[in-house]
């Protein structure tokens, strides 16, 4: 199960990464590019685990914040946005942006080597 | 590799990284950085802070001497105990920060005029206008000369290096929400900082005058002197002073002259012009009630001092509650974020408060150059030299802009020709104001802090300059006293209520007030003292107060009515009477309204809004539609007499005010403005007036109870707003009665920004809430707990402990230790 292992390591290396705050937040770019060269799959299915990995991620940290916070602060934002106050709609757009960043990422990762 | 599509893929990456990664334009600001915010490791995420987030924590600092421990209660409310008042001023810049860091910043930003840094160009006219009024200049002025008093300036020192010592500790995940909002950083802070937010207070409180001046001007231009006097009269038939009528005043000993050409260049026929509008226009309601009672009228027979000062209603929340122990004292009150000490609060001996004096200390000069240049004035019949002031005003994504102005010896040259509009084109409006001239910054309150008795409170305000305040003091040893003070100037009448000829030294100030001579009363006969920023004296007070409409009329002669009866009181009645709302001004304005109306000419409909009128009692309740209706009627009589008279000027002008209104309805029934001289075969009487304005707010009442929003907080519609105006991070629809002349003075965006009631008994008993909460975070449970307690009339008994104490409190949940490290 090549793409289960891509989506954890694409998951694990942005979530490292992430730690560096003093770094870029865009950054598990690069660690999804790697994991996309290293572990070489379909370009649909790279696509597919970069973007998962990181859509988890990003879904998991937002829902462990928001849980613990009572949602206070993501109501205000998703009223801000505007998203009618919804946070579920805040929590998923967030992962959705990080996970599409992460799957373009890993498509170009895919790509840099020849189809098998 | 597949090379194509790799490239592809690339691109596409990056392109969305890219986008992700700006600021897009969104309405008439700028969108976060999408990607940057939403992600859950650095952006918005991290600042959802858990609800049951522990505050403790030990931490090893440089910059502090001894060992500070901070007690935090369920409120948020820190209790610091420090071996030494810088120690204690460090932690204090501490907590302000961790609390409150981009409120504090940000208000720098406004009152330097930085904001065009932040938000780019949109602003640029604001921070003109500060660095033209000479906010930065003011600030630097007040610095220079509290930088030569070497423990001020330890102070400020100390309070910096404890803001900077948090600043250090933030990982760039954790800086405040809005930072991240509106992508900048925080930077450090500095001593000047403070001073420039104590402009901003002074600005807040005494700049009015730099737009009233201008329309005031305008408006006696536009009517001709003799019907000006009539519309903004200088006499107040209702008046209940500060000081009580009927003391006698000290002969003066500055007696101001009048320029001899008064008459022909300042009153009547100067062609000074201008509709320069101020970007923010200090609110006409930033006033405030304080008063205290003397122990023979309380239960206790000890003192009672109570004071809710009236400011705009913001969050985060102007006001920090703290704590101060230190061997020197120990402090409890509200605290500026951005400022070391307690500015509002009370100690172990004596408790103290402020209102504003609301005295015209701002003018406008109209200066000759010789040229464009802005090299040489005309003054007292040479040219004389001006200096040149450049400012840098930074912009975000343009080049800088490099701010000129004029300096003369009125001061800053604030309007000239690349800061007008139409009507000022050409001239040159220098400003002279006692904030920009070097002030006495946080002495008085640093002093008020470790002041022990009456004696101490008059050397701690004795050097208070800008903004002048009225300063109530209460103690335990059973002394009450209100002084009016600050630097304020000894005029003739009317000087500085419009734009003074600059050409020579005679309409120039001619000096200053001297403090002996500042209204004051210690242990009045009556038994206590109270202020509402009425005017603080009657007419035989030795020198011109500035223009009546400056100072509000009402609330002082309610408080003062109230007082005068009440006996055996206790800190419930004083709560009761901070909450009250009853309007004294409709008491005088409603029979007046009741006597003229003709109710056979009134369909069943605006007879039934009449006949609430007429059994409303007076309150200006949540649930009172009278109080709408009343309010309702009043607005359109207003425009029903004075609408025709201005609708041909051509500048902003200054309407008159409610109380001059119904001063004259009491006096006369025959009122020349009655007439609506548009129509040329009629001449209106008042009858005609108070009849239309009866039917037009009729048919506007109509539609709000169509809506189901008759009643009067529905109409009132109180808000508290973030300092950024973000809807979705302010508290809006608060359910609050009150109005501008109830005691409650709660209007709309504006209302007691903090009460507190101290009872000066052995053991201090004091309350305090404001409209906020003590986390300046929009993502913490502490950002806005207080506001429905405040709006509700619920008061907090205020934890003043000793260390003892508060080790073992069952209220205190969290603990901070600083230890030098």
């Known amino acids: 199960m090549k793409i289960t292992t891509a989506i954890f390591l694409t998951g694990f290396l942005a979530f490292a990464i992430g730690l560096f705050t003093i770094l870029p937040w865009w950054s598990f770019v690069f660690t999804s590019f790697v994991v996309a060269v290293a572990i070489h799959q379909k370009p649909i299915l790279a696509f597919l685990a970069g973007f998962i990995g990181v859509l988890i991620l990003w879904v998991l940290i937002a829902v462990i914040k928001d849980t613990a916070n009572e949602h206070i602060l993501s109501t205000k934002v998703a009223h801000l946005l505007p998203l009618g106050g919804s946070y579920w709609l805040l929590i998923f757009i967030t992962g959705l942006i990080g996970g599409l960043v992460s799957g373009l990422a890993a498509t170009a990762g895919c790509n840099l080597r020849k189809t098998s | ?821």
């Not at chain 2, 001593?191 to 700049?207: E, H, I, N, R």
């Open chain 2, 1 to 821: 590799m597949r090379i194509v599509p790799f490239l592809l893929s690339s691109i596409a990456t990056a392109a969305l990284v890219i986008g992700l990664n700006t600021q897009l334009p969104l309405g008439g600001s700028k969108s976060p950085r999408l990607g940057y915010f939403l992600s859950p490791q650095q952006g918005f995420w991290q600042n959802a802070e858990a609800t049951n987030q522990s505050y403790s924590e030990n931490l090893n600092i440089k910059g502090i001497k001894s060992k500070v421990d901070v007690f935090i209660d369920e409120r948020l409310v820190p209790h610091i105990y420090a071996e030494n008042d810088l120690d204690a001023y460090y932690v204090q810049g501490f907590l302000h920060a961790k609390f409150r860091l981009w409120q504090m910043e940000f208000q720098t930003y406004v009152a330097g005029g930085r904001l065009s840094e932040i938000l780019g160009e949109e602003r640029l006219p604001i921070d003109r206008f500060f660095r033209r009024i000479g906010m930065v200049y003011g600030a630097e002025q007040t610095m220079e000369r509290m930088n030569k008093d070497p423990l001020m300036k330890a102070t400020v020192d100390a309070y910096a290096d404890g803001v900077n010592a948090y600043i250090k500790t933030l990982k760039p995940e954790q800086i405040p929400f809005e930072y991240k909002l509106l992508d900048y950083q925080p930077e450090q802070w500095t001593p000047v900082k403070t001073y420039l937010f104590l402009m901003f207070m002074s600005y807040d409180l005494t700049a009015r005058g730099a737009t009233t001046d201008l329309k005031m001007t305008n408006t006696k231009n536009y009517l001709g002197y003799e019907a000006f006097e009539k519309l903004f009269p200088n006499i107040q038939d209702s008046l209940d002073p500060i000081i009580p009528k009927s003391t006698i005043f000290a002969k003066p000993s500055l007696n101001p002259i009048i320029p001899k050409d008064i008459d022909s260049i300042y009153l009547n026929k100067t062609n000074n012009s201008s509709e320069a509008i101020a970007p923010l226009i200090p609110n006409k309601n930033n006033g405030s009630n304080n008063w205290a009672v003397a122990g023979s009228k309380t239960a206790s027979g000890k003192p009672i001092l109570c004071n809710d000062p009236h400011l705009g209603l913001n969050l985060p929340s102007l006001w920090y509650e703290v704590q101060i122990n230190t061997p020197t004292h120990n402090t409890y009150g509200a605290s500026f974020p951005g400022s070391p000490a307690v500015i509002i609060g009370f100690n172990d001996s004596i408790a103290w408060g402020v209102t504003n004096a609301t005295r015209d200390v701002i003018d406008y000069y109209d200066i000759k150059f010789k040229d464009s240049t802005m090299d040489e004035y005309w003054y007292n019949g040479e040219w004389k030299k001006a200096t040149h002031r450049i400012e840098t005003i930074k912009i975000k994504g343009k080049p800088n802009l490099e701010e000129l102005i004029a300096v003369t010896n009125f001061g800053p040259v604030m309007y000239d020709r690349s800061f007008k509009n139409a009507s000022t084109e050409g001239k040159y409006l220098a400003i002279k104001w006692t904030a920009n001239t070097a002030g006495n910054g946080l002495q008085t309150f640093y002093q008020l802090n470790l002041a022990k008795n009456i004696t101490d409170y008059q050397n701690a305000i004795d050097t208070w300059t800008c903004p002048g305040q009225n300063f109530v003091f209460a103690s335990k040893s059973g002394d009450i006293a209100i002084k009016q003070q600050g630097a304020f100037i000894a005029r003739w009448k009317r000087q500085g209520d419009f734009i003074m000829p600059g050409t020579d030294s005679s309409y120039d100030w001619q000096g200053i007030i001297p403090n002996n001579e500042n209204p004051m009363i210690v242990n009045p006969a009556r038994a206590f003292v109270s202020s509402a920023n009425q005017m603080p004296t009657d007419s035989t007070y030795p020198y011109y107060l500035g223009a009546a409409t400056n100072f509000p009329l009402f609330r002082g002669i309610i408080i003062n009515r109230k007082l005068a009866v009440m006996n055996g009181i206790t800190a419930k009645d004083m709560q009761q009477m901070q909450m009250d709302n009853y309007n004294v001004f409709a008491e005088m304005a409603r029979p007046v309204l009741l006597k003229y109306i003709d109710e056979k000419l009134l369909n069943v409909n605006e007879q039934r809004y009449v006949s609430i009128l007429k059994k409303w009692n007076l309150k200006q309740d949540i649930a009172e539609q009278g109080a709408t209706i009343f309010n309702a009627i009043w607005d359109s009589l207003s425009q029903e007499v004075f609408q025709d008279d201005f609708q041909k000027a051509k500048q902003p002008i200054s309407w008159p005010d409610e109380a001059t209104l119904l001063q004259s309805l009491l006096r006369d029934s025959v009122y020349a403005f009655a007439d609506n001289i548009n129509t040329k075969n009629k001449v209106e009487t008042i009858q005609d007036d108070i009849l239309l304005a009866v039917k037009k707010a009729a048919a506007h009442l109509q539609q709000l109870e169509k809506a189901d929003k008759l009643n009067w907080a529905d109409v009132k519609d109180t808000r508290v707003n973030h300092l950024l105006k973000i809807p979705a991070l302010s508290r809006l629809h608060v359910s609050i009665g009150g109005g501008k002349n109830c005691i409650n003075a709660t209007t709309d965006i504006h209302g007691p920004s903090w009460r507190m009631i101290v009872h000066l008994t052995d053991e201090i008993e004091a309350y305090g809430i404001y409209p906020g909460g003590q986390n300046g975070n929009p993502g913490s449970r502490f950002y806005d707990n207080f506001i429905d307690s405040w709006a509700a009339g619920i008061y907090y008994r205020l934890l003043f402990l000793s260390k003892q104490a508060a080790e073992k409190h069952e209220k205190i949940k969290w603990h901070i230790t600083f230890i030098n490290g």
